[in-house]
């Protein structure tokens, strides 16, 4: 299943490539939320192949997922991969400007099954996709403001 937004952030490109690659404070708005993280790599930098390792709770179930940094290209694109026992997702951020104090920001995630239960889940997704292409976007609205 594939979701794709697109939203106009009223920022430099800097300004918003910074704030994405800060993941000291992903982290720490991750755990905020309950979210139990450790990071599984050494880089000093924000770079290609960093990772994390987190559990969750998530309808009911404790969740595992790593996640690592698969492309970052200086400020144009950084991509994710999600891997947990029940599926793998990627997530691609773009970022182009568009005036000196306008930057758009284009984001798109592609979500796999790994199981039958996942499946399931995705189908009913699909079905209510107009919902939920909604609230994708919201959630970046909410993002890039």
């Given at each position: ?18 704030a ?19 990071r ?88 209510a ?17």
């Amino acid at each position: 299943m594939k979701l794709a937004s697109k939203k106009d952030v009223e920022a430099p490109i800097a300004q918003v490539w910074a704030a994405l690659t800060d993941f000291e404070t992903w982290e720490r708005a991750a755990m905020r939320r309950g979210v139990e993280v450790a990071r599984t790599d050494s880089l000093p930098k924000p770079a290609v192949g960093m990772a994390w390792h987190a559990r969750f709770a998530y309808r009911g179930k404790q969740r595992k997922v790593d996640l690592s940094v698969t492309e970052m290209t200086p400020p144009v694109a950084v991509a994710f991969y999600l891997v947990s026992p029940v599926v793998e997702a990627t997530t691609r951020i773009e970022v182009m400007e568009m005036s000196a104090k306008r930057t758009r920001m284009h984001v798109t995630t592609e979500i796999k099954p790994r199981s039958l239960g996942a499946r399931l889940f995705l189908q009913s997704l699909r079905l209510a996709r107009a919902k939920v292409d909604r609230r994708f976007d919201s959630r970046i609205a909410q993002f890039a403001t």
